[in-house]
Each structure stands twice: as C-alpha cells, then as structure tokens.
C-alpha cells in the first residue's frame, strides 16, 4: 500500500466519520420529523404491543403494596384544577348532583350518581403509578371496577373500546377538542385491577387527583389512567374521535398502548 | 520498545481477524447503542432524578441534574448522594442559542436535540428491538460457533498472569506476534462483561420499568430492588457501557487506529512482528 493511497483513504474515511457525526447530532432532528421515518420508529409499537398483550394473561396483576409503602407527597400532575364551569359548580356543592354517563355500544345507558357508585361493589388496591416522566409514586385507590360497571350497562359484543371524556381542558383551546380524554382496550376494561376510582389514601378522592372520578390502569403508565372522568363511552373504533389516535397525549405522539 | 522490524514477512503478516458475524453484529450495536444512549438521555431528561427503592422520594434523590438559583443568579446543580456541583453550562444548565436552557443533558447529548419525551420514546422502544435481536442473533452465533468459548472466555493460564497484562497495558505495551493474534486477558474479561453483564443488565432493567413487563413478571421488581432502583441501575450501567466504549475508542486510537477499523470492516488484520527475545 502505497502512502498515498493510504492518506488519501484515511482522509476519505475522516470525512465519512465526520459526516456520520454530523448526521447523527443534528440530521436526526429532521429526519425524526419524515413522515415514513415516524411510521417505521411507531412500528416498534405494535410489536410491543402484540409482545405484552401474548405475554399478559388476565390474571396477571399489577403488584399490589403496603400502607407502609404509600407515597408521603403523590405527585399531581396534568391538570390539577380544572378551568371548566360546569366542573367549578359541580365542584362547589361536592359533586351532589353530578353524574357519570355510561353510553355508546351500550344495551343501557346509565347515568350514576356518586351514591349509586359508592353503592356498588368495591375493589380497593395499593398500586404503583409510573409516570411516563420516569417517577413513581404509590397510592392507595378505592372506587368501582370498569367490569362491573360495563357488565351492569350491558356492553354490546361489538364493542372494543372504552373511551372516557374527562372535564379538564389540558390543551387549553377553550374548546370540547381540547379536553383531556382517553380510552383502553377490552383486555384493560376488564381486568381486575381496571377500576374508576372515587377514593384516594382513604379519603374522597381530591380535586389535584380527579375529583370525583378518575381511572386506575394498573398495567399501564399514568397518562392512561384519566382524571376527572365524566362520561364513558364503549366504541368499536376511536378513528373519528378527535385527532383519531385514542387519547389527548396519544393524539401529540404518545403511544397508545402505554405498557412500557 | 525497540520494535525495529528484522523480517519482512512477520512485519507483513495477516490474519483473518473478525468473523462476518462479528463486524456485522458489532457495526449494527454500535449505532443501535449511540441511538439508545442519546433518546435514553432525551427519556431521562423528562425528570432527570434518580431514586432508590419503589417510589420516588421527590426530596431525596440519589441523582439529579437541575436548575436552581443562588444569590439571584441561575445556575445548574447537579446532585451525587446529597453532594452538589456547580454543572452550568453542561447539566442542570446548558447554553443554547436563547442564553440558557434548563434541562439534564444538553441538547447535543439527546435524541432528539429539543425536548421532547414521546419522539425519545419512539426512538428508544424502536431500537431498543434492534438491540434485542442483534443482540440474540451475536449471543446464539457466539454460543454455536465457538467464538465465545475460543475466542472470549480467558484461560486459567491467562487469568493467573493477569498482573502482568494489566502492568504491560499500563505502560502501553500491546502483544505483538502470535499473542496479537487472540484477544488479550484484559479484553476478554471487558468483552465478556459488556456482553454478558452489562448489555442483558440494560434489558432487564429496561423490562423492569415497564409496567406490563412487571406484570407478566414481578420478579424484576424483586430482582433491582423496585422499579425507581431498576431506572438508577439503568442509569448506572448505561454509564460503564460509556466508559468502556471511550476505552474502547482510545484502545482502537493507541494500537493502530487503521489496522483495527479494517480488521472491524474487512476482517484483516495486520500482525506487528514479535519481539525479539534474547
């Protein structure tokens, strides 16, 4: 090898490592934002999907912890008060007249006072919540679960979706499409641990937590897990609602099976 | 460290070095790791603390990078074990064009260089599987072929001279001959722990912040200590694999830069002639 041709290739193998470096720092910024570079990177969703939902069985649970385990500060995050004046006045009298609607692929819609929640039968569990952050904090939740509720309005076998319509408006345009919402699957709706939860740490839940209402998703991370639930609706597609994605912060670009 | 060559034909000997399996596992981890290690940071920034046990002690983090102010001038603080340093300008802190930036990492450590948590996501779960397959395919090639037996795991022999290698890396005296022809015991016993240790540690306490994966299997939350433990590991490790790989760098820089890369593409390598003894 003669010299020359050696310098020649070291400098062309410089440029090539230079470039690779240059297109790592700043070129992946773009590409993240090519359309087909997000449909291959969103693809790693589906297999993590598909890989949890053939390794989760129904009675697999979330593990279940101890009161000496419980959080002393449970981090509130989200909307903490919601700007909403039928939320405010309802908030204003404890939420005495207000009601959960159940509808949608539905044999009987139902319309359920907080009595009649507390009336029925209970699931109370101490779980941790994983924020997609990365924090964890561990509460203890008390309220009824989805199954029940969905079996007592006589879920339609079409059906694969539950969708919940929550009263704060995180994404602050003043409009219906700016408020927060989520939906699961039926794996989700009926497990076990899947419940919509009207107590926290022993006590009603607060309005930082969700008042009067808010969803417990133990398998899932804690944008699922919606606050200030005021209507849930059994769908067999989320594609028209909204921006079509299955949740607020799906909608921005979070995955919609928040397993991971 | 006379290593005049006397022959030509031992100062032009070459061997087939790396297996394709080899180069191409490595080349497609090294990129696959520098993706994960950037989205990983861009994750991390999201809440860039890091706790013990099962749950976030919010006033008590064993590791945080963050702004705060002093004497009514912001600076970045980054906090080891109850122990700050002053980072402004790198952690806590970082310039950017609009003066300063309050986050974790700077903007040319993640993936992608704003923040944002859900595109990081995508980037990491997404070669997070790349990983998870290189990673199999490199570990059940190794384990058939032979490689990880003849070619990494150190022999009694080797690990009872270990003073002596590690003295000779000390000051930079790198077999030559037949000896450069297998990897040393140094690089065995790094390989091996990259490999074994550290790369299946970064799966696992990867699968154990997932709240499915907890599910399925709880043991990983018994394994790391909870998962607040399990994301501090994650942490940790992923900071030894960067450790290694800037040995690694300088190793490949110190030893013959070119002979290594194309030994790493093509498979060649160059033998520099023995010693002579006498």
């Avoid at chain 2, 190794?142 to 022999?155: F, I, Q």
Wanted: glycine residues 10%; aromatic residues 10%; neutral net charge.
């Amino acid at each position: 090898m003669s010299s020359g041709n050696g310098l020649d290739r070291r400098g062309f193998l410089a440029r090539g490592l230079a470039a690779a470096g240059t297109t790592l720092l700043g070129g992946c910024d773009p590409l993240s934002e090519q359309p087909w570079v997000r449909r291959i990177l969103d693809s790693a969703e589906t297999l993590t999907r598909v890989t949890q939902r053939a390794l989760l069985t129904p009675s697999d649970l979330a593990r279940e912890y101890s009161e000496a385990d419980l959080s002393r500060e449970f981090k509130a995050n989200g909307s903490t008060d919601p700007d909403d004046a039928g939320y405010k006045a309802h908030a204003a009298s404890g939420f005495a007249n207000w009601k959960l609607q159940v509808g949608g692929l539905v044999g009987e819609p139902l319309s359920l006072s907080l009595d009649e929640l507390r009336a029925m039968n209970s699931r109370t569990q101490i779980t941790r919540h994983d924020c997609v952050e990365g924090w964890s904090c561990i509460g203890k939740w008390k309220g009824v679960p989805l199954s029940a509720l969905l079996e007592r309005a006589q879920i339609k076998p079409e059906a694969r979706y539950i969708v919940f319509y929550c009263a704060d408006d995180l994404g602050e345009t003043g409009t219906e499409d700016g408020k927060y919402y989520e939906s699961v699957g039926l794996a989700d709706a009926f497990h076990a641990q899947t419940i919509l939860a009207y107590e926290m740490n022993g006590e009603t839940l607060p309005i930082p937590h969700g008042a009067p209402l808010r969803l417990r998703v133990e398998r899932q991370l804690g944008y699922k897990m919606a606050k200030y639930v005021m209507r849930v609706e059994a769908v067999d597609s989320f594609a028209g609602i909204r921006r079509g994605r299955g949740g607020f912060w799906e909608d921005l670009g979070y995955e919609w099976y928040a397993g991971i | 460290m006379d290593a005049r060559p006397t022959d030509p034909i031992d100062q032009g000997e070459v061997v087939y070095r790396h297996s394709g399996a080899v180069r191409a596992t490595h080349w497609i981890n090294a990129l696959v790791l520098l993706v994960l290690l950037m989205s990983g940071l861009q994750i991390f920034n999201a809440h860039p603390a890091l706790y013990l046990g099962s749950k976030s002690d919010f006033d008590a983090p064993v590791f945080a990078m963050r702004p705060m102010m002093h004497d009514n001038k912001i600076f970045g603080v980054t906090t080891v074990l109850g122990w700050d340093f002053d980072t402004t300008g790198v952690f806590g802190l970082a310039g950017d064009e609009n003066g300063h930036d309050p986050r974790g990492f700077p903007w040319w450590a993640t993936l992608p260089g704003y923040q944002d948590l859900s595109l990081g996501r995508r980037w990491h779960f997404f070669f997070a599987w790349l990983f998870l397959f290189n990673g199999l395919a490199y570990l059940l090639w190794s384990l058939g072929s032979g490689h990880l037996r003849r070619d990494l795991v150190p022999s009694g022999r080797e690990l009872k001279h270990i003073g002596a290698s590690i003295w000779d890396h000390i000051r930079l005296r790198f077999p030559k001959g037949d000896e450069a022809k297998r990897y040393n015991v140094l690089q065995k016993l790094s390989y091996l722990t990259v490999a074994l240790v550290l790369l299946p540690l970064m799966l696992l306490t990867g699968l154990a912040m997932s709240p499915g994966m907890d599910a399925v299997a709880p043991i990983l939350l018994d394994i790391f200590g909870g998962r607040q433990s399990a994301r501090t590991i994650h942490f940790i490790s992923a900071s030894f694999i960067v450790i290694f790989v800037v040995v690694h760098i300088v190793m490949v820089l110190i030893t013959g830069v070119w002979n290594n890369l194309r030994s790493m593409i093509t498979g060649r390598y160059v033998i520099a002639p023995a010693e002579k003894e006498s």
